[in-house]
């Protein structure tokens, strides 16, 4: 099993960026899939980005491609989300999710993963 811990969220104005990261610590593999999903309001949690810790192929949803780039360091077992140009519909509880295997059909499907963070709340207001 992995933990998984967030940080970076808070409250942002319309435009600014954000960057948040996601640690993990306890047993990985080299084969793993690392994505970002995200709760608003009222609403189910939705596929963010993703990648896998070997490879440069990276997933984004469509409504956040091209502002947001997911990331990560192997050597410090983090991944990353720069988040810029923000919206206001970007306001969520951001989770990070890790898998031990290298989900590929399946990797925009919250269901895939079997390690969750806690979560940390981005909101954007004027």
């Known amino acids: 099993q992995v933990q998984l811990t967030e940080s970076g969220g808070g409250v942002v104005q319309p435009g600014e960026s954000r960057r948040l990261s996601c640690a993990a610590s306890g047993r990985t593999s080299r084969t793993m899939t690392m994505a970002w999903f995200r709760q608003p309001p009222g609403k189910e949690r939705e596929f963010v980005a993703a990648?896998?810790?070997?490879?440069?192929?990276?997933y984004y949803a469509n409504s956040v491609k091209g502002r947001f780039t997911i990331s990560r360091d192997n050597t410090k077992n983090t991944i990353f989300l720069q988040m810029n140009s923000l919206r206001p519909e970007d306001t969520a509880v951001y989770y990070c999710?890790?898998?031990?295997?290298?989900?590929?059909?399946?990797?925009?499907?919250?269901?895939?993963?079997?390690?969750w963070g806690q979560g940390t709340q981005v909101t954007v207001s004027s």
């Open positions: 990648l896998f810790r070997g490879g440069s192929q990276t």
């Open positions: 999710a890790f898998d031990q295997g290298e989900i590929l059909s399946t990797v925009r499907l919250p269901e895939s993963y079997d390690d």
